[in-house]
């Protein structure tokens, strides 16, 4: 994933060294930079409202706190990325850090990703089939859920990142050609294709969410719930939106990014996809700045404490503003009282003369 000294072994027996220009290190540097304070910030708040200013859990928030932890986690590599392009793509603490670093970065990506789909398959099954489902199973069954993710997730990443295959040691998230190695390139095909698949659960889903809403408004404009679970769908569709704008651009790349990996293809095009391959995982992370957002739209308590936070804000400033203003106007009345001092002990002075 890095941008120079691309070291390749084509299909032939003849090698090739190609190497690619470095002009994104430090732009990667400066937006993984603006990615951490926001995203670090967003996702810090949100955990305090959900485990100490509102405990009560639900479905939805159980999945939001589990996103949150994913992205607190993802936070944590994103120095690491930073130092590394701002340092000229040179990596000085070891192999085993790069590959925890690497390796936890992608895996809190996924989970996230996971936990979005699993989020909207829960907002259709309680718009789309409706009322009667008992709330306590349906937190008990999202527990499980997100326990066996985390799990699955770690039983998967833990071997990837204590196996010992490296030997650039100054390297770390570099362009590799898996030409010898095409077992990982099938590994990442089969992710990509599972994503998609997500996607597309994902988008049935608000599909029939929205076919259904319509349906209940024609038949009956009346509708008693009609208006909330309108709401409740509009505040959903913007798991869509993290979906096509954060990762559906970086799987699209990907797709591009694995053929040149396990073909033998012109050094051009390889950097040209590593270059891709980089500005896309940038929007991957930007996910970690939105989702702060979803919580404020699907979780009202913490959509009520932020409201506070900001009109607390906004009153001290209020006051701060006031208490300027009176300043002002208190230094701008001083020089007209001792004015009007001056003249009285002029008056007094005279009529004590006369």
Not at 211 to 234: G, T
Not at 269 to 281: H, K, P, S, Y
Request: proline share 3%; with cysteine; glycine share 4%.
């Amino acid at each position: 994933m890095a941008q120079t000294n691309l070291t390749t072994t084509p299909a032939s027996n003849e090698s090739r060294h190609c190497e690619a220009q470095e002009e994104l290190q430090t732009s990667l540097a400066v937006l993984y930079t603006i990615i951490f304070i926001p995203g670090l910030f967003g996702n810090l708040v949100a955990l305090w409202v959900f485990f100490f200013v509102h405990s009560k859990k639900n479905s939805v928030r159980v999945f939001l706190i589990n996103i949150a932890l994913a992205d607190l986690l993802l936070m944590v590599c994103l120095p690491f990325r930073m130092i590394y392009h701002s340092q000229g793509n040179r990596w000085r603490l070891g192999p085993t850090l790069c590959s925890v670093v690497g390796n936890l970065f992608y895996m809190n990506m996924y989970m996230s990703i996971t936990l979005l789909g699993m989020i909207s398959v829960d907002r259709y099954l309680k718009i789309y089939r409706g009322v009667g489902m008992d709330g306590r199973i349906t937190t008990r069954g999202s527990i499980v859920a997100c326990a066996v993710t985390w799990a699955g997730a770690m039983a998967f990443i833990m071997p990837i990142m204590m196996s010992k295959n490296r030997t650039q040691t100054d390297r770390c998230f570099f362009y590799r050609q898996l030409l010898e190695d095409k077992w990982k390139a099938y590994i990442n095909i089969a992710v990509v294709v599972i994503f998609f698949l997500v996607f597309i659960i994902l988008m049935t889903s608000y599909v029939k969410i929205g076919y259904y809403l319509r349906k209940k408004s024609l038949e009956n404009p009346d509708f008693p719930s009609a208006s909330h679970y309108k709401r409740s769908a509009k505040k959903s569709f913007f798991i869509l939106f993290l979906f096509t704008v954060c990762f559906v651009p970086y799987h699209l790349v990907r797709i591009f990014y694995i053929k040149t990996q396990i073909t033998d293809t012109s050094c051009f095009l390889r950097g040209m996809a590593d270059r891709a391959n980089e500005i896309a995982l940038v929007f991957s992370a930007f996910n970690s700045c939105l989702d702060p957002v979803m919580y404020f739209l699907l979780s009202s308590s913490v959509r009520r404490e932020v409201l506070r936070l900001a009109g607390r804000v906004l009153y001290l400033r209020e006051v701060v503003v006031n208490r300027v203003n009176s300043s002002t106007l208190e230094m701008e009345r001083e020089p007209v009282s001792n004015k009007g001092q001056l003249r009285i002990s002029s008056v007094v002075i005279d009529n004590h003369k006369s």
